[in-house]
């Protein structure tokens, strides 16, 4: 089963940028609280461009695959085999969250 994700889940855009989590319900946490899909997700040092001079970085996440099992607050949680897709101040789809580390101690699907 795939380890859940916390708000220390380390997560990146594919262009390098650092993703952070605002969790909406913190009372269930393992290392830090547990995410879930609802959650608000920002993004930080995005360093994607359009050919020219135009600057189009990913700002935030929308997560389009969750847990199907595991809910907390009313909401699926996340865990590693979640789909998120880093958007653009557009909105437009700029790739997909890459989950480089989370905790080991709890998982589900």
């Known amino acids: 089963m795939p380890a859940l994700l916390t708000a220390a889940s380390v997560m990146m855009c594919p262009h390098g940028g650092t993703i952070t989590a605002t969790p909406g319900a913190t009372s269930a946490s393992i290392d830090a609280p547990i995410l879930r899909g609802s959650d608000t997700f920002s993004i930080a040092g995005c360093s994607f461009t359009l050919p020219g001079p135009v600057s189009s970085p990913c700002v935030s996440v929308?997560?389009?695959?969750?847990?199907?099992?595991?809910?907390?607050?009313?909401?699926?949680?996340?865990n590693e085999a979640s789909v998120g897709l880093c958007l653009a101040g557009t909105q437009a789809p700029q790739g997909t969250v890459q989950i480089s580390s989370t905790q080991s101690k709890v998982s589900g699907l």
């Open 62 to 78: 929308n997560w389009v695959q969750t847990a199907t099992h595991v809910k907390h607050g009313g909401d699926f949680v996340l």
